[in-house]
């Protein structure tokens, strides 16, 4: 495990007054995407016509969220004609309001998502006014939808397997490098989304994929309905006549925390029952409705550890597309002594919640983290365990025994 495991984008080693007071920004594995994801241009369908045929254009396939690679630690980015049988070239050319206007729910396409242009790659790339890149889509190949889609997904996976790739299947992907992770990330979140998002929510009826794959439409008309013998104009849905009249994306927002003790030479860890022998993490849970992030954070160390916070500072996040988490990272520490006493009676979600002593801790970032799945390193000895780099939890940790995080004086009561 390495340093580089985790994004390193030029602006974190750029000087300014925030980051001369607040440190250096920690970029976690999943973010910092080398796409521009040039959001407005999602409803402009000559341009997504265009990006869909430009030769340089690159397609990340999709299996049942499962990503195509050539190994476990490369993704695999199609070229159109490798998903031609699957996607129509003309899936484009309607502009939003006529595919809205012209819905058929008997026809079914596979998931279709614009992800950005890769500014980095702009040779032989496409140039639409003031940008220009690699275009980049992610593609549900999962078979399924109408007969027709499904025999075409079945051939574009079998022409892929044939030429030696395969749909990696792994519960977390922990192998790619940071910027593969986090175009699998944005792939990931939005295909899954969509493929939970296929009926409307206050209505019933069946939605439609809008905005380049980022929104969901539920239309006012449906043209299999007229088949059937009804009217095609759909009984009323709230959605409809509303301003947000379409389904977004949704992200569930988490906190996951390192708590200091008073003194800032122990770390509060915690672990579930599902963890390997010797595991320990930062405590996490959801934010709830009508909650402050520093509240959360309060609470469920109380609820969790019978702990009570002082200050809380938010250090860094992380998407975790697993389905749509984003873990937003604190450190937090206990003004009082008294306040350190662990209880795990409230809430008995916790096997065992401990204080670390630094030492231990350091140790163990060196030699004793890895993936819930995989064992411990060579060097391990046998004591405690911690998450990988590409685990936000890891970088929280990494930050709360260090001195320079505190300015040098971890004894202060924040
Ligand atoms: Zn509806």
Redesign the pocket.
């Known amino acids: 495990m390495s340093a580089s495991q985790i994004p390193t984008p030029a602006h974190t080693l750029a000087e300014s007054m925030l980051s001369r007071r607040f440190g250096r920004e920690t970029v976690n594995y999943f973010s910092s995407s080398p796409i521009n994801r040039l959001s407005f241009l999602r409803g402009d369908h000559p341009f997504l016509a265009t990006a869909l045929k430009h030769p340089a254009t690159r397609f990340v396939l999709l299996n049942n969220l499962a990503p195509l690679t050539r190994s476990p630690a490369e993704l695999y980015y199609a070229k159109y004609e490798e998903v031609r049988r699957l996607v129509p070239q003309t899936f484009f050319d309607q502009s939003e309001e006529d595919i809205i206007k012209n819905f058929d729910s008997r026809k079914t396409y596979p998931g279709l998502i614009f992800l950005g242009l890769d500014e980095n790659r702009k040779e032989g790339g496409l140039a639409w006014k003031i940008y220009s890149g690699t275009p980049y889509f992610a593609v549900d190949v999962t078979p399924k939808g109408s007969q027709e889609q499904q025999a075409a997904a079945n051939e574009v996976i079998k022409a892929l397997e044939d030429k030696g790739l395969s749909f990696f299947q792994t519960r977390v992907v922990t192998t790619f490098s940071p910027d593969e992770a986090a175009i699998y990330a944005q792939a990931r979140a939005l295909n899954d989304w969509n493929n939970r998002n296929t009926f ?1 929510g ?2 019933g ?1 069946p939605t439609l994929s809008v905005n380049a794959g980022t929104k969901r439409a ?1 239309p006012p008309t449906d043209a299999a309905r007229a088949a059937q013998g009804q009217p095609e104009e759909k009984p009323a ?1 709230t ?1 409809r006549t509303t301003i947000s009249n379409l389904s977004f994306p949704r992200t569930d927002p988490t906190i996951i925390v390192a708590v200091v003790s008073t003194d800032g030479k122990r770390v509060l860890l915690g672990r579930s029952k599902r963890f390997p022998p010797k595991m320990y993490s930062t405590l996490a849970g959801f934010i709830e409705p009508a909650e402050s992030i520093e509240d959360a954070v309060r609470r469920e160390v109380w609820e969790e550890a019978g702990v009570t916070l002082s200050r809380v500072v938010i250090h860094s996040s992380q998407p975790w597309p697993y389905p749509a988490n984003l873990m937003i990272g604190a450190v937090a520490q206990v003004s009082d002594p008294a306040h350190e006493k662990i209880n795990l009676e409230h809430d008995p979600e916790l096997e065992d919640a401990r204080w670390f002593d630094t030492e231990e801790v350091e140790e163990a970032l060196r030699i004793g983290a890895s993936d819930l799945g995989s064992n411990a390193g060579p060097e391990y000895k046998g004591g405690l365990r911690l998450p990988p780099p590409t685990a936000i939890a890891n970088q929280l940790i990494q930050s709360a025994i260090s001195a320079d995080y505190f300015h040098g004086d971890k004894t202060s009561k924040m």
């Open positions: 409307c206050t209505c009826n539920c849905c959605t």
